[in-house]
């Protein structure tokens, strides 16, 4: 643009490759003392499971004026 005015397209991509890599998994445990020594593990069915994933694939764009 004329004057010093400029105008910039602005792009932001976030997760380009849409890997929900695992981020938090399940680590409460209930410990039936019974249980826990004849099997030797924590009996909490969902213990070790995923809880969280990192966002997906995102684009935000924008528009930068400057004079």
């Excluded at 445990?29 to 990192?54: C, I, N, Q």
Aim: charged share 20%; hydrophobic share 40%.
């Amino acid at each position: 643009m004329c004057g010093g005015r400029r105008l910039a397209l602005i792009v932001d991509i976030f997760n380009i490759f849409n890997r929900q890599a695992a981020t938090a998994y399940q680590q409460n445990v209930e410990l039936e003392m019974l249980e826990y020594e004849t099997s030797g593990r924590p009996t909490h069915p969902d213990y070790g499971r995923v809880t969280a994933r990192s966002a997906p694939l995102a684009v935000r764009l924008g528009l930068r004026f400057s004079w």
